[in-house]
């Protein structure tokens, strides 16, 4: 399998054949290069964060994992005796779910998905950043509502990355020509892989509380972290 375009499922599969402390290389056009632990990603539920064991004690009925990755979070809940599907777009990343025990894990782009409605998405680590830029997001808001079912919920993980553009005497510097500030572009390597340059965004809760009215979700936050994260339930009305 060529796995050029796909790091992140090479780590994966890498890590299941007995490799560990490797780590994915994180490069973006906001900050110093940062790594994701490959370890952290196999994570089980005793060692994930609050926002997230709260996120897969909210969930209800049929689940649709979205970026699903190792599908530790499909795992957690296959353990609660859920009814899950983990969809991902890396093929890597599918064969690791599958060698690790997830029933129904799918290579699929949640903007083409169709067919099967849920009772509740899941987008943690971030997991909304997958809409690119604002600009997109009222059409990834859009094609979730098809995927839910009637009173279906989306459990999502952002972050007001507003404290990144502070300076040293606390006023805020932005550049009003650039767009919204919480668009992020990103290039993920490991080894000789490359993902290459893809956006991704970053969202204040009030903003995307308003996006979300306007696409006839309710709005429900969750928890707040020290750290501008922060964990939301958008559920129709």
Known sequence: MDYSQDPVGA?????????????????????EDDVIPVDYLFRNERDMPAWELLALEASKG???????????????????????TAIDISEGAIEAMKTRGVKQALLQDIMTYQGTTFDTLLLLMNGIGIAGTLR????????????????????????DILYMFEEEDGSVL????????????????YKN?????????FIDAAILQDYAEEQGFSFELMYEGEDGNYLARLFLR
């Open 11 to 31: 780590a994966l599969l890498d890590k299941l054949e007995g490799i560990s402390g490797a780590e994915i290389v994180v490069e973006s056009n906001l900050t």
């Open 62 to 84: 049929k689940v649709l994992d979205v970026g699903a990755a190792a599908g530790s979070h499909t795992l957690a809940l296959q353990q609660k005796g859920f009814d899950v």
């Open 136 to 159: 997109d997001l009222p059409g990834f808001l859009k094609q979730a509502r098809t995927l839910l079912q009637p009173q279906g919920q989306i459990l999502l993980e952002s972050s």
């Open 174 to 189: 932005l550049d009003l020509n650039a767009g919204y500030y919480g668009e992020v572009k990103y290039n993920m390597h």
């Open 193 to 201: 892989l490359e993902t290459g340059w893809f956006n991704w965004l």
